[in-house]
Protein backbone atom coordinates (compact mmCIF):
# COMPACT_ATOMS: atom_id res chain seq x y z
CA UNK A 1 0.00 0.00 0.00
CA UNK A 2 2.60 2.46 0.85
CA UNK A 3 4.72 1.67 -1.99
CA UNK A 4 1.79 1.93 -4.26
CA UNK A 5 1.11 5.48 -3.03
CA UNK A 6 4.67 6.15 -3.25
CA UNK A 7 4.88 5.17 -7.16
CA UNK A 8 1.78 7.23 -7.60
CA UNK A 9 3.07 10.42 -6.13
CA UNK A 10 1.36 11.01 -3.23
CA UNK A 11 3.97 9.86 -0.86
CA UNK A 12 6.80 11.56 -1.20
CA UNK A 13 7.97 12.26 2.66
CA UNK A 14 10.25 8.93 3.52
CA UNK A 15 9.52 10.38 7.16
CA UNK A 16 6.07 9.54 6.55
CA UNK A 17 6.11 6.37 4.49
CA UNK A 18 8.29 5.07 7.23
CA UNK A 19 5.41 5.77 9.87
CA UNK A 20 2.71 4.68 7.97
CA UNK A 21 4.93 1.40 7.37
CA UNK A 22 5.04 0.85 10.88
CA UNK A 23 1.54 1.71 11.78
CA UNK A 24 -0.53 -1.13 10.23
CA UNK A 25 -3.97 0.02 9.12
CA UNK A 26 -4.80 -3.69 8.88
CA UNK A 27 -4.77 -3.70 12.67
CA UNK A 28 -7.46 -0.69 13.05
CA UNK A 29 -10.31 -1.64 10.90
CA UNK A 30 -13.20 -3.84 12.15
CA UNK A 31 -13.09 -7.56 10.93
CA UNK A 32 -14.25 -7.94 7.21
CA UNK A 33 -12.90 -4.73 5.87
CA UNK A 34 -10.32 -4.35 3.61
CA UNK A 35 -7.54 -2.37 5.02
CA UNK A 36 -5.12 -1.44 1.89
CA UNK A 37 -7.15 -0.48 -0.81
CA UNK A 38 -6.99 3.40 -0.84
CA UNK A 39 -10.62 3.58 -0.50
CA UNK A 40 -12.28 5.27 3.34
CA UNK A 41 -13.76 2.57 4.98
CA UNK A 42 -17.32 2.43 7.04
CA UNK A 43 -16.18 1.88 10.58
CA UNK A 44 -19.91 1.85 12.12
CA UNK A 45 -21.52 4.66 13.87
CA UNK A 46 -21.85 6.50 10.50
CA UNK A 47 -18.19 6.79 10.48
CA UNK A 48 -15.50 6.32 8.14
CA UNK A 49 -11.41 5.45 8.49
CA UNK A 50 -10.39 8.09 5.51
CA UNK A 51 -8.59 6.27 2.51
CA UNK A 52 -4.67 5.96 3.08
CA UNK A 53 -3.87 8.99 0.53
CA UNK A 54 -5.74 11.24 2.83
CA UNK A 55 -3.79 9.76 5.77
CA UNK A 56 -1.02 10.66 3.82
CA UNK A 57 -1.57 13.71 2.55
CA UNK A 58 -2.54 15.02 5.78
CA UNK A 59 1.04 13.84 7.26
CA UNK A 60 2.63 15.52 4.44
CA UNK A 61 0.80 18.64 5.38
CA UNK A 62 1.42 18.53 8.85
CA UNK A 63 4.83 16.89 8.61
CA UNK A 64 7.04 19.86 10.17
CA UNK A 65 4.58 20.22 13.24
CA UNK A 66 4.81 16.66 13.95
CA UNK A 67 8.79 17.14 14.86
CA UNK A 68 10.31 14.94 18.17
CA UNK A 69 8.94 16.74 21.48
CA UNK A 70 6.05 18.76 19.97
CA UNK A 71 2.34 18.51 20.57
CA UNK A 72 -0.76 17.39 18.37
CA UNK A 73 -4.30 17.10 18.39
CA UNK A 74 -6.49 14.43 16.49
CA UNK A 75 -10.39 15.79 16.42
CA UNK A 76 -12.97 12.95 15.24
CA UNK A 77 -10.04 10.53 16.11
CA UNK A 78 -12.20 7.47 14.93
CA UNK A 79 -10.34 4.41 14.65
CA UNK A 80 -7.03 5.91 16.03
CA UNK A 81 -4.78 5.60 13.26
CA UNK A 82 -3.20 9.08 12.40
CA UNK A 83 -3.60 9.50 16.50
CA UNK A 84 -0.89 6.42 16.61
CA UNK A 85 1.07 8.01 13.30
CA UNK A 86 0.95 11.48 15.16
CA UNK A 87 2.40 9.35 18.17
CA UNK A 88 4.67 7.52 16.09
CA UNK A 89 6.40 10.91 14.87
CA UNK A 90 6.39 13.04 17.73
CA UNK A 91 7.84 10.21 20.14
CA UNK A 92 7.51 9.51 23.29
CA UNK A 93 9.03 13.30 24.60
CA UNK A 94 6.34 15.23 22.61
CA UNK A 95 2.60 14.26 22.84
CA UNK A 96 -0.56 12.59 20.40
CA UNK A 97 -3.92 13.33 21.90
CA UNK A 98 -7.47 12.06 20.21
CA UNK A 99 -10.78 13.46 21.29
CA UNK A 100 -13.46 11.21 19.41
CA UNK A 101 -17.22 11.73 20.97
CA UNK A 102 -18.71 8.23 20.00
CA UNK A 103 -17.49 5.96 23.11
CA UNK A 104 -17.20 3.10 21.27
CA UNK A 105 -15.01 4.08 18.60
CA UNK A 106 -12.99 5.61 21.71
CA UNK A 107 -12.52 1.54 23.17
CA UNK A 108 -12.27 0.62 19.58
CA UNK A 109 -9.52 3.12 18.65
CA UNK A 110 -7.29 2.35 22.42
CA UNK A 111 -7.69 -1.60 21.27
CA UNK A 112 -6.11 -1.02 18.36
CA UNK A 113 -3.23 1.14 19.27
CA UNK A 114 -2.81 -1.05 21.92
CA UNK A 115 -2.04 -4.30 19.01
CA UNK A 116 0.38 -1.54 16.87
CA UNK A 117 3.70 -0.25 16.93
CA UNK A 118 2.48 3.23 19.15
CA UNK A 119 1.17 0.82 22.29
CA UNK A 120 4.26 1.88 24.25
CA UNK A 121 3.15 5.47 23.84
CA UNK A 122 0.07 4.78 25.33
CA UNK A 123 1.48 3.19 28.34
CA UNK A 124 3.93 6.00 28.80
CA UNK A 125 0.95 9.15 28.61
CA UNK A 126 2.73 10.39 25.23
CA UNK A 127 -0.43 9.02 23.63
CA UNK A 128 -4.16 9.63 24.64
CA UNK A 129 -7.62 8.98 23.49
CA UNK A 130 -10.37 10.66 25.12
CA UNK A 131 -14.10 11.08 24.95
CA UNK A 132 -15.15 14.40 24.33
CA UNK A 133 -16.67 17.28 21.84
CA UNK A 134 -13.69 17.56 19.54
CA UNK A 135 -15.35 21.09 18.80
CA UNK A 136 -13.52 22.30 22.07
CA UNK A 137 -10.65 20.82 21.22
CA UNK A 138 -8.95 19.49 24.16
CA UNK A 139 -7.41 22.15 26.59
CA UNK A 140 -5.50 19.63 28.73
CA UNK A 141 -2.70 19.75 26.78
CA UNK A 142 -2.87 22.69 24.43
CA UNK A 143 -1.30 24.16 22.78
CA UNK A 144 -0.87 22.31 19.89
CA UNK A 145 1.91 22.74 17.13
CA UNK A 146 -0.38 20.32 14.84
CA UNK A 147 -4.11 19.89 14.77
CA UNK A 148 -5.91 17.75 12.56
CA UNK A 149 -9.86 17.80 12.57
CA UNK A 150 -11.00 14.79 10.62
CA UNK A 151 -14.29 15.07 10.34
CA UNK A 152 -16.16 18.70 8.60
CA UNK A 153 -17.16 21.39 10.12
CA UNK A 154 -19.35 24.22 8.68
CA UNK A 155 -16.82 26.84 9.95
CA UNK A 156 -13.51 26.73 11.79
CA UNK A 157 -14.52 26.11 15.62
CA UNK A 158 -12.72 29.27 17.78
CA UNK A 159 -11.84 26.57 20.76
CA UNK A 160 -9.60 25.11 17.50
CA UNK A 161 -7.82 28.09 16.87
CA UNK A 162 -7.20 29.12 20.11
CA UNK A 163 -5.44 25.80 21.05
CA UNK A 164 -3.27 26.51 18.38
CA UNK A 165 0.30 27.39 18.99
CA UNK A 166 1.69 30.57 17.28
CA UNK A 167 3.71 28.94 14.38
CA UNK A 168 1.44 25.77 14.51
CA UNK A 169 -1.36 24.39 11.50
CA UNK A 170 -3.92 23.54 11.63
CA UNK A 171 -5.50 20.76 8.74
CA UNK A 172 -9.48 20.77 8.53
CA UNK A 173 -11.90 20.06 6.16
CA UNK A 174 -14.86 22.87 6.28
CA UNK A 175 -17.77 22.79 4.36
CA UNK A 176 -21.11 20.56 4.08
CA UNK A 177 -21.84 18.90 0.88
CA UNK A 178 -19.06 20.38 -0.94
CA UNK A 179 -15.75 20.96 1.41
CA UNK A 180 -12.73 22.23 0.94
CA UNK A 181 -9.17 20.69 3.18
CA UNK A 182 -7.90 24.00 4.73
CA UNK A 183 -4.39 24.36 5.55
CA UNK A 184 -4.46 27.29 8.87
CA UNK A 185 -1.35 28.51 10.08
CA UNK A 186 -0.80 31.17 12.74
CA UNK A 187 2.17 33.29 12.73
CA UNK A 188 4.30 34.53 14.66
CA UNK A 189 2.16 38.14 15.06
CA UNK A 190 -0.95 35.82 16.04
CA UNK A 191 -2.45 36.07 12.77
CA UNK A 192 -4.45 33.44 10.80
CA UNK A 193 -3.21 32.51 6.77
CA UNK A 194 -6.17 30.02 5.62
CA UNK A 195 -5.47 28.58 2.24
CA UNK A 196 -7.35 25.78 0.42
CA UNK A 197 -5.53 22.39 -0.19
CA UNK A 198 -7.86 20.58 -2.07
CA UNK A 199 -11.74 19.40 -2.39
CA UNK A 200 -13.24 16.53 0.44
CA UNK A 201 -15.67 14.81 1.26
CA UNK A 202 -15.52 14.00 5.03
CA UNK A 203 -17.89 13.31 7.58
CA UNK A 204 -19.83 16.14 9.54
CA UNK A 205 -18.41 17.42 12.73
CA UNK A 206 -21.37 17.42 14.73
CA UNK A 207 -23.46 16.94 17.57
CA UNK A 208 -23.40 12.67 18.85
CA UNK A 209 -27.12 13.02 18.31
CA UNK A 210 -26.55 14.20 14.78
CA UNK A 211 -24.12 11.60 13.75
CA UNK A 212 -26.02 8.66 15.13
CA UNK A 213 -29.27 9.96 13.61
CA UNK A 214 -28.24 10.29 10.05
N1 LIG B 1 -9.26 10.12 11.15
C1 LIG B 1 -10.28 9.15 11.47
C2 LIG B 1 -11.57 9.65 10.84
C3 LIG B 1 -12.81 9.10 11.41
S1 LIG B 1 -14.29 9.76 10.64
C4 LIG B 1 -9.87 7.82 10.90
O1 LIG B 1 -9.28 7.83 9.81
O2 LIG B 1 -10.12 6.79 11.51
C5 LIG B 1 -14.57 11.19 11.61
C6 LIG B 1 -14.77 10.93 13.08
O3 LIG B 1 -15.14 12.16 13.69
C7 LIG B 1 -15.84 9.93 13.42
O4 LIG B 1 -15.27 8.90 14.18
C8 LIG B 1 -16.87 10.73 14.21
O5 LIG B 1 -17.48 9.96 15.24
C9 LIG B 1 -16.01 11.86 14.75
N2 LIG B 1 -16.71 13.10 15.12
C10 LIG B 1 -17.65 13.77 14.42
N3 LIG B 1 -18.05 14.88 15.10
C11 LIG B 1 -17.32 14.91 16.26
C12 LIG B 1 -17.27 15.80 17.37
N4 LIG B 1 -18.06 16.89 17.44
N5 LIG B 1 -16.40 15.53 18.36
C13 LIG B 1 -15.60 14.42 18.32
N6 LIG B 1 -15.62 13.53 17.29
C14 LIG B 1 -16.45 13.78 16.26
Redesign the pocket.
Known amino acids: MVENLQRYGIIKSSKVAETMEKIDRGL ?1 VPNGVQPYIDS ?1 MS ?1 G ?6 APH ?2 ATCLQLLENYLQPGMHAL ?10 ACFAMMVGPNGRAVG ?4 PE ?1 VSF ?1 INNIEKSAAAPQLKDGSLSVHE ?4 QGWPEFATYDAI ?1 V ?2 AAPEIPQPLIDQLKTGGRMIIPVGNVFQDLKVVDKNSDGSISIRTETSVR ?7 EA ?1 LKE
Do not use: C, W
Open positions: FPIYNATISMHDVGSGTGYLTVEHILSGDGRHGAYVPLTSKQ
